[in-house]
């Protein structure tokens, strides 16, 4: 085989070797989330503009981590269910619940659309598109050394680390062998564009069988390699092989993130202040 | 020398198994040793080398354990696994699984960092493995998207990089191609020498390393049935494929001949072979039957026009990889079984998945019997072309042999009635019949790879592809299943192997198709492409030891021939020498 040779393995694909994430060191990546995670909580139910604001960082986030198309349409499909869901629980309500001061906008029975819920609504959505987008973005642009490393870097213990990069490589080695059993599946005759949701369920189901055994055999396969190198040896502080430091550059990238973060504390306990 | 391992009347069952997998075994090897262990599946070999850093008892604390086990000194019932990672490098059977990173970087420090070595140390030993395995550059690269060779080399230098001093490792050549093999032993055998390791390889294909080692075992049921230096223990041809172990090719010959060799000693090696035999052929002989059985045509003729026709195919992945560069090929609706090589990542895999459709081309189409690939319907294509795949893990999904059988026949849209007369007849045919109730999880690899081409064979595919059905298995299992692939051969199936295995597809297939980087170095009757070395070589294949002991001599005796496997030489052999 030939080429491949600008993309390395990331969590969940291939990432470009010289893309501008990774010349980010991994702590970065992890203080960005972080700070993302932590200013939407100031502002959910607060100040949804700052919430959209974080929402289209979060997108933008995302969308350089360029992650497989399947991806963006499992996001959709997942999210939009839960937008879906939320809107029919505050929307389906008895009329004796909705607040003095909403306007009702639509009623039908028990199905009242308030200006409240529409913005609670609105503060959910924003604030679960936000998270899916920065996990992805997370998972999408890292290694699984820069998880380990990364969370090294703020003195979370090794095993933690460790034990987060095996749950996120077998998770990229049961990506694999989805794509194997998959294909060994379309060997038996099996079109997963047809049939109804019910069919295509029992077709998913159908790889999920052989997949469930192959991770139970991987797991053992893994306890055992990981006892013959040592990793449950005792009384030795364990070394990190690589040393992370920030530059330049992550400082400069980490600025706005920061920015946000101050900015959204502001909304929250200074609202007149934005 | 002193002893670094002792076994004291070993033996151990599993929690699940009723009978001991190593029973009463009692064996001693020197520091600085090469122990080969041989046997056939389910001799307990695999289970010996995972006591010697005591996985066994630790990871297995249900099984009963009787007798006493020490390596470098260390009761291993006392020992902790983590403690003998500084003594017991492992190299597991299944390559893949023991990886633990997504770096060979990082996959090869984890030992030490576990260890608490030094950042220079590390660095001093991870420069030092990377220049001996012949892996530099390769740091940031997954191992998982290495060759096999490589593969191999990254989970014996994971090893090494705790500076043990035994090394074991369970067929650590099983899945790779033939000179990547070569290579693989060579570092071994480097090893050995230079370090003065322990090494114990546990093997069951013994052509190539019956000369590395300075003893070999033979396991069957847990016991030690032969023990011996390679030459005396090799020279027990009977015994040994009694139980189920094929001795070196060569090997094989000279103990056929051997009263016409006045009963020399059994050569281990090509070379050996042909300095024993070059003088005992009677040139006259010779000269009076120039081509003495065979002749380079293809053994049977196609017919019946062609079934696949490939033009210009070629496939890029999503990480652009350019597996496949403008390949075409034709595959006739009848003629010889096709047997297609090359090294790990040559294309094969790559190729076959695109002959039922599985891959699409990026460029190029593929022809079945009149379908294009890029548009035709699935079922249809299916009925066509079956695909076996490798592991058959990846293709078992119902909870009996029966319902797997009948799975595929179900997506077909057949009636129940012509599903379970199908399924019948096909468990019949491949004599599984007694399992079609059983849990095929659960059942031995050899049963669960013929589950999978029942599973094939019931949607009555005119080809059938099938990957790599050898891999792991002993001689007598590798056997069975290439006899049945013969039977359906005969029955009039198309069969296209893809295999690593040299001897296998020498003996088997009238044609080859040798793959290099995504194209066709060579396609011919197999006799015709393995005389051609310097193509084999290109593509990291070696032919096995009756082709290349038969090319030796027929260039010393200026006589043309080449035998394809033991009976064929041993039968030209028989008639000339003196």
Known sequence: MSGGGNVRRGLVGYLPANGTLQQLSPPTKLLIFLLLAAASSFVYLVNLYVLVLIFVVAVILFSFARLPRLWVRLVFLAFGFEAL???????????SSVPSDAEILFSFSWFIVTDHALITVAHVVMLFFSMAFLALFLIGSTTERDIVEGLNFFHIPRTVGLMFGMIFRLAGILFTDYDTVREAQLSRGIDYRQGSFVEKLRKFFGVMVPLIVLAFRRAAFSINALDSRGYAIRNVKKTTFHQVRLHTLDYL????????????????YFPWSI | MEDIVTFEDVSWKYEETQDWVISQLNLRVKQGEFLLVTGPNGSGKTTLGTMLNALIPYNYRYGTLKGRITVAGKDTAATSVAEFSQIVGMVFQEVEAQFLTLSVE??????????????EEIQRRLDWVLKLLKLEGYNEKSPFELSGGQKQRVAIGAALMTLPKILVLDEPTSDIDPLGKVEVLATIRDLRESLNMTIILVEHLTDDVALLADRVLLLKDGRLILEGAPREFFGSVDTLKKNGVEPPQVSQVSFALRNKLSNAAIPLTVDEFVQLIAPKINLAKTSSKRQPTFDASTPEQSEGGQLIELKDLWHTYPDGTVALKGVDLSIPRKGPMVALLGQNGSGKTTLAKHLNGILKPTKGCVNVDGLDTRSANRKDLVQ???YVFQNPDHQIANNTVFKEVSYGLENL????DQINERVKNVLEFLDITSYANEQPFLLQKGIRQRTVIASILAMRPSVIVVDEPTTGQDAVNSRVIMEMLKGLHAQGYQIVLITHNMNIAAEYCGRTIVMSEGRILADGPTRSVFSQ???L???YLQPPPVCRASQNLSSKLQTDFMALSVSELENVLENLIV
Not at chain 2, 413 to 416: H, I, K, P, T, V
């Open chain 1, 85 to 95: 869901g939320t809107f029919v629980t505050y929307t389906v309500i008895p009329p």
């Open chain 1, 253 to 268: 990238v980490l600025t706005p993130f920061f920015a946000i973060l101050i900015v959204s504390i502001l909304a929250r």
């Open chain 2, 106 to 119: 990082d996959e090869l420090v984890f030992g030490p960092e576990n260890l608490g070595v030094s950042r």
């Open chain 2, 384 to 386: 066509k072309v079956g």
């Open chain 2, 413 to 416: 849209g057949l009636s129940q």
């Open chain 2, 533 to 535: 070395a310097e193509i």
């Open chain 2, 537 to 539: 070589k290109r593509a």
